[in-house]
């Protein structure tokens, strides 16, 4: 039986502070839904109904790009926690997001919040208007063994100028949707 939430509690707080991974799921209203595992020391909840999270380059950039697709419902973006531990639970979270971009205004703010990693291109910063939990029965019990740091080390060994090269190469999602290219490359602290 599902329970709906106005905002984050406690309990949903203490149970995400406890997942080494999270999910993200966006969609344009055309095209590919994504679909996206998020691991990392990545996520930050600002208060009961605003989060975000830090994104580094990888292989696409589709959740940026449906976030800024101008329609009607633009910057729709769920989120989802499980627990792989007890007790069993599912937790999502539904509501509007944005990038944030080392070149905007207000990335200092909400970047403070973080421990920037090598390779960060972005801030989704997201306001929650909705909290989904589940019994979450049937999600496995699963323990971390540890964290691949392929992506953090492969970043760290870019060439800046040729990082940024790269990263201004990609400006459209895999459906063709545009996106803003970071303009700095971020080494992590």
């Not at 966006?26 to 996206?36: D, F």
């Not at 696409?60 to 499980?82: K, P």
């Not at 992506?151 to 999602?173: C, E, F, N, V, Y």
Request: a negative charge.
């Amino acid at each position: 039986m599902a329970d709906f939430f106005d905002a984050l509690n406690e309990k949903h707080i203490a149970m995400i502070a406890a997942q080494p991974v999270f999910f993200v799921a966006t969609a344009a209203a055309e095209g590919r839904i994504n679909l996206s595992p998020k691991g990392y020391d990545a996520f930050r909840i600002l208060s009961p109904t605003r989060v975000a999270y830090l994104d580094l380059g990888g292989s696409g950039n589709e959740t940026h790009a449906h976030l800024a697709v101008e329609q009607a419902d633009a910057g729709r973006i769920t989120l989802m926690f499980c627990n792989f531990q007890q007790p069993a639970l599912i937790l999502r979270m539904y509501g509007r997001g944005r990038a944030v971009l080392p070149q905007d205004a207000d990335w200092e703010g909400i970047a403070s919040h973080f421990t920037l990693l090598p390779g960060t291109r972005q801030i989704f910063d997201i306001t929650v208007e909705s909290v989904q939990s589940s019994c979450g029965w049937g999600v496995p019990f699963m323990t971390l063994e540890g964290e691949r740091e392929t992506l953090k080390k492969a970043h760290g060994q870019s060439d800046p100028d040729a990082w940024i090269t790269k990263m201004a190469k990609r400006t459209r999602s895999i459906d063709g949707l545009p996106t803003r290219a970071t303009d700095r490359y971020i080494a992590g602290e």
